[in-house]
């Protein structure tokens, strides 16, 4: 077992960031609901600011577009595949905001 495996199984995790693929996904989760003393389902986490794996423009590259509709599907995309994955908590959509 991994050292993550064994601090999910101690009940030390309750999320995890950047995990991708349902095989690595469903492992630990497994971990999680089977031989953690609480038995609580971890949440996973993911950057999908430009889609997961599908790739879009960055939001503010989207928003110049003015294509409401194209902006909308492309999250759209985005939501249906980490979802399927079991990514549950997403950083997106986001802006930086830069102050000289």
């Given amino acids: ?11 030390k995790v309750g999320g ?26 971890l ?18 590259g989207l928003s110049c577009s003015w294509d409401m509709k194209a902006i909308e599907r492309s999250a759209q995309i985005a939501a249906s595949e980490a979802s399927a994955d079991g990514i549950c908590w997403t950083f997106s959509p986001m802006v930086d905001i830069a102050r000289d």
């Fill in 16 to 41: 995890l960031f950047n995990i991708k693929s349902v095989e690595k996904i469903k492992a630990v989760q497994k971990v999680a609901v089977e031989e953690s003393r609480l038995k609580i389902p």
């Fill in 1 to 11: 077992m991994t050292d993550i495996g064994k601090k999910i199984k101690e009940g």
């Fill in 43 to 60: 949440i996973f986490g993911m950057d999908v600011i430009h889609g997961y794996e599908t790739v879009f423009p960055i939001p503010l």
